[in-house]
């Protein structure tokens, strides 16, 4: 197995408050991760922090992607060395048409001018394969968007930026069945063997038709427990009060 | 150090300076001497040269405003007021001198009136060196020429308009030009007749411590349609140039007119400019106004709805970057029934500059049943700079829908980090942000100043970045 992602006994902060408290993770290329935890538990605190969001700061600890320590890596740099995120809340941007953004993005993630007839090839049959409006893409970068339409554009930009590990901070809160079940076929379209995904979620829907590799709990900042998607239907029965102080 | 290089050799498209070599540069200061010098030298008519003298009556009378900027760096000892080029007025840009020609070639001039334009005029310093209107026009009936041969040659209708929209008594500023006034653009479009591609004037300053005081003067007759596109610039140099041109729009029953404006003085500009315009029955003026330059800008273009059913649009947007106090807005006095005003002004200010939107809309007793929707949106790039609002309405009847919208916010770093995880780098995000602030307004904007604009946005904000 090659090593994607290790994360090591990392402490985190929002602002004053500590968020993560010493956690760890491995991710290898060709796994699904999933991490459940309640609201407040550190999840999304997560993928920011991977990501370096200047909105948080790390402690102390490492993490470790594809070889090198990203920590202080901005965030620019660290997409081009082929994490993505797909946002809980993606944001407007009028003025730059959802094509151009995507040849802008390409470009920088590339470090080299995409061929554009290629890559309108390209969204238009991802487009397609996720059931997502053509109009869509002349429109401005997510403007006017419905939240539905909004996630898809996000794994629509996933699976033409063709990252080494996708990270999907809450992809499935607030979606319709339609949109669940195309954010799903659009992460098992995305999914090779030399990739990785890193789901967060607190809830089941989005799991259902995707071969889950390992669960993890988070709770209180740190991952308490790690197993397999029977972890999740664990979960889903009982919920996460169990695993709490 | 290469970024700041970058930067300097893109902004040469402004910034290139000729030597100073001038016909003519009149003594500095202002006083009746010089006023008459420049009305003989003009071979002004009799007329013409009592509203100079006037005006210098008024000047010295006015305050200078006690509110806005500051305006203290201005000394009129320290400006001339006319500088004559080494060059005739020409129809041919192959009779105007290479230096000259040469700096409307880098601004773009000659190329897009072979492309886009149907009608050019050029002024450098004080007086137009060239002017040019396609033949077809001439036929219809259209005068485009510069302000002089206009006072010589339709003298019965400049005198019927000349300061007559915009009085001399309006400010001090006003009461300058009016004073000594050089150049400028008079254009006459005649009942009916609609021109679908624009004209445009160019103001060039290159002189040092001087002043550009050109006169524009549109009348757009009844049913007639006109766009007009005016652009400015100049060089930089240490000491304060002053840029006080008045434009008087004359938008008769059922005509419209889109007068579009992309201001780029240097950074020792104070503009004090003045634009209004008189709108009748059912007619039309829509003001699109890009301001990106000076040190100084007092600039509030202004409608009056005299005609039943006019309508006006204003679309504006102001850029202020370091050491720049723009003072921009738009005025609309609705004076009949059934009249119509949309506002939509947007500024950015970064590096400590300072931008207000400063306004007015008055709604008189007589004017039921009009409609008034202003937006006004500033975006501040850090905490050193600075944005204000500052609304005046005056609403005298209660027959209107009026709404007023501001948002003043601060560039977002959620739309950053967003834009950062798709690969772009913090400066790339944050012009993206800004292009798209802009956008609705540079869509309104002729499309190679659309252009322009979003490559000054670039530059702009790659010097403000370390």
């Given at each position: 197995?090659?090593?994607l992602?290790?994360i090591?006994?990392?402490?985190?902060n929002?602002?004053?408050k500590?968020?993560?408290k010493g956690?760890n993770?491995?991710?290898?290329k060709g796994?699904?991760?999933?991490?459940?935890g309640?609201?407040?538990?550190?999840?999304?605190t997560?993928a920011?922090?991977?990501?370096?969001?200047?909105?948080y700061?790390?402690k102390s600890?490492?993490i470790i992607?594809d070889?090198?320590n990203?920590?202080?890596l901005s965030?620019d740099k660290?997409?081009?060395?082929?994490?993505?995120?797909?946002f809980?809340?993606?944001?407007e941007?009028?003025g730059?048409t959802t094509?151009?953004f995507?040849k802008?993005?390409?470009?920088?993630i590339d470090?080299?001018?995409?061929?554009?007839f290629?890559l309108?090839e390209?969204?238009?049959k991802?487009?397609?394969?996720?059931?997502?409006?053509?109009k869509?893409?002349?429109?401005?970068l997510n403007v006017?968007?419905?939240?539905?339409?909004?996630k898809?554009?996000e794994?629509?930009?996933?699976l033409v930026?063709?990252p080494?590990?996708a990270?999907?901070d809450?992809t499935d809160?607030?979606l319709?069945?339609?949109?669940?079940k195309?954010?799903s076929?659009?992460?098992d379209m995305y999914?090779n063997?030399?990739?990785a995904v890193?789901?967060?979620t607190h809830n089941?829907?989005?799991?259902?038709?995707l071969?889950?590799?390992?669960?993890?709990i988070l709770?209180?900042g740190?991952?308490i427990?790690?197993?397999?998607?029977e972890?999740?239907k664990?979960?889903?029965?009982n919920?996460?009060?169990?695993?709490?102080? | 150090m290469?970024?700041?290089?970058?930067?300097d050799?893109n902004?040469?498209?402004y910034?290139f300076?000729?030597?100073d070599?001038?016909?003519f540069?009149?003594?500095?200061g202002?006083?009746r001497?010089?006023?008459?010098e420049?009305?003989?030298?003009?071979n002004?008519p009799d007329?013409?040269r009592?509203?100079?003298l006037?005006?210098l009556e008024?000047?010295?009378?006015l305050?200078?405003?006690?509110?806005g900027?500051d305006l203290?760096e201005l000394?009129?000892?320290?400006?001339?007021t006319?500088?004559?080029?080494?060059?005739k007025?020409?129809s041919?840009?192959?009779?105007v001198?290479e230096?000259?020609?040469?700096?409307f070639?880098?601004l773009?001039?000659?190329e897009?009136e072979?492309?886009s334009?149907?009608?050019?005029?050029?002024?450098?310093?004080s007086e137009?060196?060239y002017?040019?209107i396609?033949?077809d026009?001439l036929k219809?009936g259209?005068?485009y020429t510069?302000m002089?041969?206009?006072?010589?040659?339709?003298?019965?209708i400049?005198?019927?308009?000349?300061?007559?929209?915009v009085?001399?008594?309006?400010?001090k500023?006003?009461?300058?030009?009016a004073a000594?006034?050089?150049?400028?653009?008079f254009?006459?479009?005649?009942?009916?007749?609609?021109?679908?591609i624009?004209l445009?004037?160019?103001?060039?300053?290159n002189?040092?411590e001087?002043?550009?005081?050109?006169h524009t003067?549109?009348i757009?007759?009844e049913?007639a349609?006109?766009?007009?596109?005016?652009g400015?610039?100049a060089p930089?140099y240490?000491?304060?140039n002053?840029?006080?041109?008045?434009v008087?729009?004359y938008v008769?029953d059922?005509?419209?007119l889109?007068?579009s404006?992309i201001?780029?003085?240097?950074?020792?500009?104070m503009?004090?400019?003045?634009?209004k315009a008189?709108?009748?029955k059912?007619?039309?003026v829509?003001?699109v106004?890009?301001s990106?330059?000076?040190?100084?800008?007092?600039?509030?273009?202004?409608?009056?709805?005299?005609g039943?059913?006019?309508?006006?649009e204003?679309?504006?947007i102001t850029?202020?970057?370091g050491?720049?106090n723009?003072?921009?807005?738009?005025k609309?006095?609705h004076n009949?029934?059934n009249?119509s005003?949309i506002v939509?002004?947007?500024?950015i200010s970064?590096n400590?500059g300072?931008?207000t939107?400063?306004?007015?809309?008055r709604i008189?007793e007589?004017?039921?049943?009009?409609?008034c929707?202003v937006?006004?949106?500033s975006?501040?790039l850090?905490?050193?700079?600075?944005s204000?609002?500052i609304?005046v309405?005056?609403i005298r009847?209660d027959?209107?829908i009026?709404?007023?919208e501001?948002k003043?916010?601060?560039?977002?770093?959620?739309e950053?980090?967003?834009?950062m995880?798709?690969g772009?780098?913090?400066e790339?995000?944050?012009a993206?942000?800004v292009?798209g602030?802009?956008?609705?307004i540079s869509k309104?904007?002729?499309?190679?100043?659309?252009?322009?604009?979003?490559?000054?946005?670039?530059l702009?904000?790659?010097g403000s970045?370390?």
């Open positions: 197995m090659s090593k992602l290790e090591k006994d990392l402490y985190a929002a602002g004053d500590e968020i993560l956690l993770l491995n991710i290898n796994e699904v991760h999933v991490i459940m309640p609201n407040g538990a550190g999840k999304s997560l920011n922090v991977i990501f370096n969001n200047s909105e700061t790390k600890g490492e992607f070889g090198e990203i920590n202080d965030t660290i997409a081009k060395k082929g994490v993505f995120m797909s809980q809340n993606p944001e941007i009028p730059i094509t151009n995507l802008v993005a390409k470009n920088n470090g080299k001018p995409v061929k554009i290629e309108k390209n969204i238009k991802n487009m397609e394969e996720l059931n997502m409006n053509p869509l893409i002349e429109r401005n006017g968007f419905s939240g539905g339409e909004k898809k554009n794994i629509l930009q996933m930026l063709n080494k590990l990270i999907l809450e809160s607030g319709d069945v339609d949109a669940v195309a954010v076929k659009g992460i999914k063997d030399e990739n890193l789901i967060i089941m829907k989005i799991l259902q038709n071969k889950i590799d390992f669960v993890h709770i209180d740190k991952i427990k790690t197993g397999n998607a972890l999740a664990e979960i889903e029965e919920g996460f009060s169990k695993y709490k102080k | 290469a970024k700041a290089n970058i930067k050799i902004r040469n498209i910034d300076k000729n030597a070599n001038y016909d540069k009149i003594e500095k202002l006083n001497e010089i006023v008459e420049i009305s003989k030298m003009k002004d007329w013409m009592e509203i100079r006037k005006a008024m000047y010295n009378k305050e200078l405003p006690t509110w900027p203290s000394n009129m000892e320290e400006i001339a006319y500088v004559k080029p080494k060059s007025l020409n041919s840009w192959d009779e001198p230096d000259i020609k040469d700096t070639d880098k773009g001039i000659p897009a072979k492309k334009l149907a009608g050019v005029g050029a002024q450098y310093d137009v060196v002017h040019s396609k033949e026009l219809q259209v005068i510069d002089e041969t206009a006072v010589r040659e339709y003298s019965e400049v005198k019927e308009h000349f300061m007559k929209c009085p001399i008594s309006d400010h500023f006003v009461a300058l030009h000594v006034w050089s150049g400028g653009s254009v006459y479009v005649p009942k009916g007749v609609k021109l679908d624009p445009q004037s160019y103001f060039r300053l002189s040092p001087s002043g550009q005081f050109e003067l549109i757009v007759d049913g349609s006109l766009h007009f596109i005016e400015c610039s930089k240490n000491k304060v002053l840029h006080a041109g008045c008087e729009l008769k059922n005509a419209y889109r007068y404006t201001e780029n003085w240097s950074k020792n500009m503009n004090l400019n003045t634009k008189i709108v009748g059912n007619a039309q829509d003001w106004t890009g990106f330059g000076s040190k100084v800008s007092m600039l509030y273009p202004m409608s009056f709805l005299n039943e059913g006019a309508k006006t204003y679309t504006g850029f202020a970057g050491g720049q723009l003072d921009t807005g738009f609309v006095v009949a029934k009249t005003s939509n002004s947007k500024s970064k400590g300072a931008c939107y400063r306004a007015l809309v008189n007589n004017a039921k049943n009009s409609k929707s937006s006004c949106e975006l501040m850090d905490d050193k700079s600075r204000d609002t609304p309405n005056d009847t027959d209107v009026f709404s007023h501001a003043i916010g601060k560039i977002s770093d959620k950053i980090f967003y834009l995880s798709r772009l780098s913090e790339d995000a944050k993206m942000i292009r602030f802009a956008y609705p309104e904007l002729p499309v190679e100043y659309a252009v322009e604009m979003n490559n000054l946005i670039n702009e904000l790659e970045i370390g």
